[in-house]
Protein backbone atom coordinates (compact mmCIF):
# COMPACT_ATOMS: atom_id res chain seq x y z
CA UNK A 1 0.00 0.00 0.00
CA UNK A 2 1.93 3.60 -0.95
CA UNK A 3 2.72 5.09 2.38
CA UNK A 4 1.42 8.74 1.70
CA UNK A 5 -2.07 6.77 2.41
CA UNK A 6 -1.20 6.29 5.92
CA UNK A 7 -2.80 8.65 7.87
CA UNK A 8 -0.76 10.95 10.59
CA UNK A 9 -2.96 10.16 13.36
CA UNK A 10 -3.63 6.87 14.76
CA UNK A 11 -7.55 5.63 13.57
CA UNK A 12 -9.53 5.20 17.32
CA UNK A 13 -12.63 3.28 17.08
CA UNK A 14 -13.52 5.99 19.56
CA UNK A 15 -11.66 9.45 20.16
CA UNK A 16 -13.77 10.92 23.02
CA UNK A 17 -10.79 13.01 24.16
CA UNK A 18 -10.97 14.99 20.52
CA UNK A 19 -14.88 15.04 20.75
CA UNK A 20 -14.72 16.35 24.32
CA UNK A 21 -11.62 18.94 23.02
CA UNK A 22 -13.66 21.96 21.84
CA UNK A 23 -16.01 21.41 24.58
CA UNK A 24 -13.64 21.92 27.62
CA UNK A 25 -14.18 25.48 28.78
CA UNK A 26 -18.02 24.57 29.10
CA UNK A 27 -17.33 21.61 30.86
CA UNK A 28 -15.00 22.63 33.16
CA UNK A 29 -17.55 25.47 33.84
CA UNK A 30 -20.28 22.79 34.09
CA UNK A 31 -18.00 20.92 36.28
CA UNK A 32 -17.24 23.44 38.75
CA UNK A 33 -20.54 24.84 38.88
CA UNK A 34 -21.36 21.73 40.44
CA UNK A 35 -18.46 21.54 42.87
CA UNK A 36 -19.56 24.94 44.11
CA UNK A 37 -23.39 24.79 44.55
CA UNK A 38 -22.04 20.81 46.18
CA UNK A 39 -25.73 19.34 45.09
CA UNK A 40 -24.84 15.85 43.90
CA UNK A 41 -27.39 14.03 44.18
CA UNK A 42 -30.50 15.05 42.36
CA UNK A 43 -29.11 18.52 42.03
CA UNK A 44 -30.46 21.30 39.73
CA UNK A 45 -28.82 19.95 36.62
CA UNK A 46 -30.65 16.44 36.51
CA UNK A 47 -33.92 17.95 36.20
CA UNK A 48 -32.77 20.56 33.43
CA UNK A 49 -30.95 17.43 31.36
CA UNK A 50 -34.34 15.62 31.55
CA UNK A 51 -36.33 18.44 30.73
CA UNK A 52 -33.68 19.09 27.88
CA UNK A 53 -33.68 15.64 26.48
CA UNK A 54 -37.39 14.98 26.80
CA UNK A 55 -37.60 18.28 24.39
CA UNK A 56 -35.12 16.98 21.90
CA UNK A 57 -37.38 13.50 21.90
CA UNK A 58 -40.83 14.38 21.05
CA UNK A 59 -41.21 15.20 24.74
CA UNK A 60 -41.56 12.52 26.53
CA UNK A 61 -41.57 11.78 30.62
CA UNK A 62 -37.43 11.68 31.02
CA UNK A 63 -36.70 9.87 34.41
CA UNK A 64 -32.98 9.70 34.68
CA UNK A 65 -31.22 7.05 36.44
CA UNK A 66 -27.47 5.53 36.53
CA UNK A 67 -27.38 3.64 33.97
CA UNK A 68 -28.81 1.54 31.02
CA UNK A 69 -28.79 -1.72 32.66
CA UNK A 70 -30.81 -0.43 35.74
CA UNK A 71 -33.01 1.48 33.64
CA UNK A 72 -33.97 -1.81 31.97
CA UNK A 73 -34.32 -3.21 35.54
CA UNK A 74 -36.69 -0.33 36.27
CA UNK A 75 -38.88 -0.83 33.30
CA UNK A 76 -39.31 -4.08 33.92
CA UNK A 77 -40.04 -3.65 37.91
CA UNK A 78 -42.40 -0.86 36.61
CA UNK A 79 -44.71 -3.43 35.13
CA UNK A 80 -45.25 -5.58 38.14
CA UNK A 81 -44.71 -9.12 36.86
CA UNK A 82 -45.37 -12.26 38.74
CA UNK A 83 -42.22 -14.33 38.94
CA UNK A 84 -41.23 -16.32 36.25
CA UNK A 85 -43.10 -14.11 33.97
CA UNK A 86 -41.59 -14.36 30.18
CA UNK A 87 -39.67 -11.51 28.51
CA UNK A 88 -39.17 -12.10 24.75
CA UNK A 89 -35.77 -10.49 23.55
CA UNK A 90 -33.24 -11.10 21.62
CA UNK A 91 -30.49 -13.61 21.22
CA UNK A 92 -28.14 -11.33 19.18
CA UNK A 93 -27.76 -8.18 22.06
CA UNK A 94 -25.50 -6.57 24.84
CA UNK A 95 -25.80 -8.89 27.89
CA UNK A 96 -27.41 -6.65 30.09
CA UNK A 97 -31.36 -7.13 28.28
CA UNK A 98 -31.19 -10.33 29.21
CA UNK A 99 -29.56 -9.66 32.48
CA UNK A 100 -32.16 -7.13 33.63
CA UNK A 101 -35.07 -9.56 33.56
CA UNK A 102 -32.58 -12.30 34.77
CA UNK A 103 -32.04 -10.64 38.04
CA UNK A 104 -35.69 -10.00 38.65
CA UNK A 105 -36.67 -13.45 38.54
CA UNK A 106 -38.03 -13.19 35.29
CA UNK A 107 -37.35 -15.40 32.27
CA UNK A 108 -35.64 -14.18 29.49
CA UNK A 109 -37.27 -16.33 25.92
CA UNK A 110 -34.78 -15.62 23.25
CA UNK A 111 -35.86 -15.10 20.06
CA UNK A 112 -34.46 -14.55 16.51
CA UNK A 113 -33.37 -11.85 15.25
CA UNK A 114 -33.57 -10.29 11.10
CA UNK A 115 -30.66 -11.29 9.09
CA UNK A 116 -31.03 -7.65 7.51
CA UNK A 117 -31.29 -5.37 10.87
CA UNK A 118 -30.01 -7.60 13.57
CA UNK A 119 -33.38 -6.71 15.57
CA UNK A 120 -35.96 -9.18 16.86
CA UNK A 121 -37.66 -10.64 14.17
CA UNK A 122 -41.58 -10.48 14.85
CA UNK A 123 -42.71 -13.54 13.14
CA UNK A 124 -40.33 -15.46 15.86
CA UNK A 125 -41.41 -12.84 18.11
CA UNK A 126 -44.87 -14.00 17.15
CA UNK A 127 -44.58 -17.63 18.04
CA UNK A 128 -42.86 -17.12 21.35
CA UNK A 129 -45.74 -15.65 22.72
CA UNK A 130 -47.69 -17.62 25.93
CA UNK A 131 -50.04 -17.19 28.59
CA UNK A 132 -47.00 -16.49 30.65
CA UNK A 133 -45.59 -13.84 28.57
CA UNK A 134 -44.47 -10.60 30.52
CA UNK A 135 -43.23 -7.89 28.69
CA UNK A 136 -41.81 -8.26 24.95
CA UNK A 137 -38.16 -6.36 25.01
CA UNK A 138 -37.02 -4.93 21.65
CA UNK A 139 -33.71 -3.70 21.03
CA UNK A 140 -33.10 -1.22 18.16
CA UNK A 141 -29.04 -2.48 17.34
CA UNK A 142 -26.34 -0.59 16.42
CA UNK A 143 -28.79 2.81 15.98
CA UNK A 144 -31.77 1.65 13.94
CA UNK A 145 -35.21 0.52 15.62
CA UNK A 146 -36.31 -2.97 15.61
CA UNK A 147 -39.90 -3.26 13.50
CA UNK A 148 -41.63 -1.32 15.54
CA UNK A 149 -45.06 -1.41 13.47
CA UNK A 150 -44.87 -5.06 13.59
CA UNK A 151 -44.00 -5.23 16.97
CA UNK A 152 -46.52 -2.45 18.21
CA UNK A 153 -49.39 -4.87 16.32
CA UNK A 154 -48.54 -7.78 17.92
CA UNK A 155 -48.24 -6.18 21.58
CA UNK A 156 -51.37 -4.23 21.06
CA UNK A 157 -52.91 -7.43 19.87
CA UNK A 158 -51.78 -9.61 23.02
CA UNK A 159 -52.17 -6.64 25.28
CA UNK A 160 -48.64 -7.55 26.20
CA UNK A 161 -46.29 -4.59 27.18
CA UNK A 162 -43.34 -3.21 24.41
CA UNK A 163 -40.09 -2.38 26.26
CA UNK A 164 -37.69 -0.47 24.11
CA UNK A 165 -34.20 -0.60 24.42
CA UNK A 166 -32.67 2.44 23.19
CA UNK A 167 -29.12 2.58 24.54
CA UNK A 168 -27.65 2.31 21.20
CA UNK A 169 -30.61 4.74 18.74
CA UNK A 170 -31.05 7.78 21.04
CA UNK A 171 -32.13 10.45 18.32
CA UNK A 172 -33.28 7.77 15.75
CA UNK A 173 -36.96 8.03 14.13
CA UNK A 174 -39.80 5.54 12.88
CA UNK A 175 -41.97 6.01 10.57
CA UNK A 176 -45.04 3.95 10.83
CA UNK A 177 -47.59 3.13 8.11
CA UNK A 178 -50.57 5.63 9.22
CA UNK A 179 -47.41 8.38 8.31
CA UNK A 180 -47.07 9.05 12.38
CA UNK A 181 -43.35 9.31 13.05
CA UNK A 182 -41.80 8.80 16.61
CA UNK A 183 -38.33 8.74 18.14
CA UNK A 184 -36.75 5.48 19.28
CA UNK A 185 -37.72 4.76 22.67
CA UNK A 186 -41.02 6.50 23.12
CA UNK A 187 -43.20 4.27 21.30
CA UNK A 188 -43.12 1.06 23.98
CA UNK A 189 -45.00 1.26 27.84
CA UNK A 190 -41.16 2.20 28.82
CA UNK A 191 -38.32 3.07 26.33
CA UNK A 192 -34.55 2.81 28.33
CA UNK A 193 -31.12 4.39 27.06
CA UNK A 194 -27.84 4.25 28.22
CA UNK A 195 -25.14 7.23 28.53
CA UNK A 196 -21.99 4.87 29.04
CA UNK A 197 -19.19 7.30 27.66
CA UNK A 198 -19.33 5.15 24.07
CA UNK A 199 -22.97 5.63 24.09
CA UNK A 200 -23.91 8.40 20.89
CA UNK A 201 -24.73 10.69 23.82
CA UNK A 202 -22.18 9.49 26.01
CA UNK A 203 -21.66 10.47 29.96
CA UNK A 204 -18.01 10.99 32.04
CA UNK A 205 -18.84 7.58 34.03
CA UNK A 206 -22.50 5.40 33.97
CA UNK A 207 -25.40 7.06 33.32
CA UNK A 208 -29.22 6.35 32.47
CA UNK A 209 -33.01 7.39 31.89
CA UNK A 210 -36.47 6.08 31.00
CA UNK A 211 -38.83 7.17 28.51
CA UNK A 212 -42.52 6.95 29.02
CA UNK A 213 -45.98 8.66 27.77
CA UNK A 214 -47.72 7.68 30.88
CA UNK A 215 -47.49 10.20 33.90
CA UNK A 216 -48.26 7.90 36.08
CA UNK A 217 -45.58 5.26 35.03
CA UNK A 218 -43.11 8.25 35.03
CA UNK A 219 -43.98 8.97 38.76
CA UNK A 220 -43.61 5.14 39.55
CA UNK A 221 -40.24 4.75 38.31
CA UNK A 222 -39.10 7.96 39.56
CA UNK A 223 -39.94 6.08 42.71
CA UNK A 224 -38.22 2.79 41.66
CA UNK A 225 -35.47 4.71 41.02
CA UNK A 226 -35.13 5.99 44.33
CA UNK A 227 -35.58 3.84 47.19
CA UNK A 228 -39.08 3.09 46.32
CA UNK A 229 -39.66 6.64 48.52
CA UNK A 230 -42.96 8.51 47.64
CA UNK A 231 -41.47 11.26 49.97
CA UNK A 232 -38.46 11.24 52.06
CA UNK A 233 -38.65 8.09 54.51
CA UNK A 234 -41.54 7.20 52.99
CA UNK A 235 -41.34 3.63 51.22
CA UNK A 236 -44.35 2.65 49.28
CA UNK A 237 -42.08 0.37 47.03
CA UNK A 238 -39.46 -2.08 46.87
CA UNK A 239 -36.76 0.08 44.51
CA UNK A 240 -33.57 0.56 43.62
CA UNK A 241 -30.46 3.48 44.38
CA UNK A 242 -30.78 4.61 40.37
CA UNK A 243 -29.69 7.95 40.04
CA UNK A 244 -28.22 10.21 37.49
CA UNK A 245 -25.22 11.98 39.19
CA UNK A 246 -25.60 15.79 38.77
CA UNK A 247 -22.53 15.92 37.74
CA UNK A 248 -23.21 14.03 35.09
CA UNK A 249 -26.63 15.18 34.20
CA UNK A 250 -24.51 19.29 34.09
CA UNK A 251 -21.54 17.76 31.76
CA UNK A 252 -24.28 15.69 29.59
CA UNK A 253 -26.33 19.50 29.29
CA UNK A 254 -23.24 20.50 27.59
CA UNK A 255 -23.09 17.66 25.04
CA UNK A 256 -26.67 16.67 24.33
CA UNK A 257 -27.01 20.12 21.57
CA UNK A 258 -24.30 18.81 19.95
CA UNK A 259 -25.77 15.65 19.64
CA UNK A 260 -27.85 16.50 15.88
CA UNK A 261 -24.59 17.24 14.77
CA UNK A 262 -22.73 14.64 15.74
CA UNK A 263 -24.87 12.39 14.48
CA UNK A 264 -25.26 13.56 10.72
CA UNK A 265 -21.30 12.92 10.75
CA UNK A 266 -21.80 9.87 11.70
CA UNK A 267 -24.55 9.35 8.80
CA UNK A 268 -22.29 10.93 6.51
CA UNK A 269 -19.27 8.52 7.39
CA UNK A 270 -21.48 5.53 6.50
CA UNK A 271 -22.86 7.26 3.54
CA UNK A 272 -19.35 7.27 2.35
CA UNK A 273 -19.01 3.55 3.34
CA UNK A 274 -21.43 2.58 2.04
CA UNK A 275 -20.49 4.17 -1.31
CA UNK A 276 -16.89 2.56 -1.37
CA UNK A 277 -18.04 -0.73 0.30
CA UNK A 278 -20.92 -1.76 -1.80
CA UNK A 279 -20.22 -4.24 -4.01
CA UNK A 280 -17.47 -5.77 -2.93
CA UNK A 281 -18.25 -9.93 -3.34
CA UNK A 282 -18.33 -11.51 0.13
CA UNK A 283 -19.25 -8.14 1.87
CA UNK A 284 -22.52 -6.52 2.87
CA UNK A 285 -22.81 -3.06 3.92
CA UNK A 286 -25.24 -2.32 6.79
CA UNK A 287 -29.07 -2.73 5.72
CA UNK A 288 -31.35 0.39 6.00
CA UNK A 289 -34.87 -0.04 7.10
CA UNK A 290 -37.02 1.82 4.56
CA UNK A 291 -39.11 3.08 8.24
CA UNK A 292 -36.60 3.96 10.58
CA UNK A 293 -33.29 6.36 10.41
CA UNK A 294 -30.15 5.22 11.35
CA UNK A 295 -28.11 6.75 13.99
CA UNK A 296 -24.88 4.47 13.15
CA UNK A 297 -23.78 4.06 16.90
CA UNK A 298 -22.00 1.02 15.04
CA UNK A 299 -21.27 0.60 11.06
CA UNK A 300 -21.07 -3.33 11.24
CA UNK A 301 -20.52 -5.11 8.01
CA UNK A 302 -21.57 -8.43 7.38
CA UNK A 303 -18.76 -10.81 5.94
CA UNK A 304 -19.97 -13.88 3.57
CA UNK A 305 -17.93 -16.40 4.36
CA UNK A 306 -17.18 -16.51 8.81
CA UNK A 307 -13.54 -17.07 8.41
CA UNK A 308 -12.90 -13.91 6.36
CA UNK A 309 -14.08 -12.24 9.19
CA UNK A 310 -11.21 -13.03 11.44
CA UNK A 311 -8.77 -12.41 8.63
CA UNK A 312 -10.13 -9.31 8.05
CA UNK A 313 -10.26 -7.90 11.12
CA UNK A 314 -6.51 -9.29 11.57
CA UNK A 315 -5.17 -7.74 8.35
CA UNK A 316 -6.85 -4.59 9.19
CA UNK A 317 -5.27 -4.46 13.02
CA UNK A 318 -2.16 -5.26 11.28
CA UNK A 319 -2.13 -1.84 9.01
CA UNK A 320 -3.46 0.14 12.22
CA UNK A 321 -7.23 -0.12 11.53
CA UNK A 322 -9.14 -1.48 14.84
CA UNK A 323 -12.60 -2.74 14.04
CA UNK A 324 -14.75 -5.00 16.62
CA UNK A 325 -17.14 -7.80 17.06
CA UNK A 326 -20.51 -6.98 18.49
CA UNK A 327 -20.91 -9.53 19.53
CA UNK A 328 -18.92 -12.57 19.21
CA UNK A 329 -21.03 -14.96 21.25
CA UNK A 330 -25.00 -14.90 21.69
CA UNK A 331 -26.65 -14.67 24.72
CA UNK A 332 -28.36 -17.75 24.43
CA UNK A 333 -24.96 -19.41 24.58
CA UNK A 334 -23.17 -17.38 27.65
CA UNK A 335 -22.50 -20.04 30.11
CA UNK A 336 -24.65 -17.35 32.66
CA UNK A 337 -27.80 -18.29 30.83
CA UNK A 338 -26.82 -22.04 29.86
CA UNK A 339 -29.81 -22.72 32.75
CA UNK A 340 -32.23 -21.86 30.71
CA UNK A 341 -31.49 -25.00 28.12
CA UNK A 342 -31.01 -23.32 24.35
CA UNK A 343 -28.83 -25.21 22.71
CA UNK A 344 -26.53 -24.37 20.24
CA UNK A 345 -28.22 -24.09 16.61
CA UNK A 346 -31.62 -22.74 18.02
CA UNK A 347 -31.10 -19.11 16.57
CA UNK A 348 -29.42 -19.46 13.50
CA UNK A 349 -29.57 -16.12 12.47
CA UNK A 350 -27.99 -14.42 15.62
CA UNK A 351 -25.64 -17.23 16.09
CA UNK A 352 -24.28 -16.49 12.15
CA UNK A 353 -23.60 -13.11 12.65
CA UNK A 354 -21.58 -13.67 15.74
CA UNK A 355 -19.30 -15.74 13.42
CA UNK A 356 -19.89 -12.86 10.56
CA UNK A 357 -20.24 -8.93 11.59
CA UNK A 358 -17.35 -6.88 11.92
CA UNK A 359 -18.14 -2.99 13.10
CA UNK A 360 -15.52 -0.70 11.72
CA UNK A 361 -15.02 2.96 13.55
CA UNK A 362 -17.41 5.24 13.04
CA UNK A 363 -17.50 8.48 15.15
CA UNK A 364 -17.36 12.09 14.92
CA UNK A 365 -13.71 12.79 14.60
CA UNK A 366 -12.92 10.19 12.44
CA UNK A 367 -11.41 11.99 9.04
CA UNK A 368 -12.00 11.49 5.76
CA UNK A 369 -8.12 10.91 5.00
CA UNK A 370 -8.79 8.05 7.80
CA UNK A 371 -12.06 6.87 5.81
CA UNK A 372 -9.74 6.55 2.81
CA UNK A 373 -7.56 4.70 4.49
CA UNK A 374 -9.33 2.01 6.21
CA UNK A 375 -11.75 1.85 2.38
CA UNK A 376 -8.77 1.23 1.02
CA UNK A 377 -7.53 -1.23 3.44
CA UNK A 378 -10.76 -3.44 2.88
CA UNK A 379 -10.36 -3.16 -0.95
CA UNK A 380 -7.04 -4.75 -0.62
CA UNK A 381 -7.61 -7.40 1.62
CA UNK A 382 -10.56 -8.05 -1.11
CA UNK A 383 -8.48 -8.00 -3.88
CA UNK A 384 -5.96 -9.81 -2.29
CA UNK A 385 -8.41 -12.95 -1.26
CA UNK A 386 -9.78 -12.98 -4.87
CA UNK A 387 -6.23 -13.20 -6.64
CA UNK A 388 -5.62 -16.46 -4.03
CA UNK A 389 -8.59 -17.96 -4.72
C1 LIG B 1 -24.92 -0.23 26.62
C2 LIG B 1 -26.12 -1.08 26.53
C3 LIG B 1 -26.88 -1.40 27.66
C4 LIG B 1 -26.42 -1.11 29.05
O1 LIG B 1 -26.15 0.20 29.35
P1 LIG B 1 -25.17 0.52 30.60
O2 LIG B 1 -25.34 1.99 30.76
O3 LIG B 1 -23.79 0.14 30.19
O4 LIG B 1 -25.65 -0.23 31.77
C5 LIG B 1 -28.05 -2.10 27.50
N1 LIG B 1 -28.45 -2.49 26.28
C6 LIG B 1 -27.75 -2.24 25.17
C7 LIG B 1 -28.26 -2.70 23.84
C8 LIG B 1 -26.55 -1.53 25.25
O5 LIG B 1 -25.84 -1.29 24.15
Same mark, same amino acid.
Given at each position: ?13 L @?L ?5 ? *?? !? /??? %? =??? &????? +? ?28 NG ?42 ? @? ?6 ? *?? !? /??? %? =??? &????? +? ?7 G ?22 NAQAV ?22 TSFFPAKNLGA??DGG ?46 K???L ?35 V?HQ ?91
Amino acid at each position: MPTDLVPSAPIRML @DLAAQHAP *LQ !P /ALD %E =ALS &TVLRE +AEFINGPAVAAFAQELSATLGGPHVIPCANGTDALQLALMSLDLPPGAEIILPAFTYVATAEAAAVLGLRPVFV @DVMPTTFC *LD !P /AAV %E =AAV &TPRTG +AILAVHLFGQCADLEALKQITTRQAIPLIEDNAQAVGATYRFADGQQAYAGTVGEVGTTSFFPAKNLGAFGDGGALFTRDANRAAYLRQLANHGQTRKYHHQHIGLNSRLDTVQAALLRVKLPHLPAWTAIRQRIADYYDAALEGISGLRVPHRDANSSHVFHQYTLTLEKAPQRDQLQEYLGQRGVPSMVYYPVPVHMQPAYAYLGYPAGQFPVAEQLCRTVLSLPIHPMLTEAQQDYIITTIRAFFALTRSAA
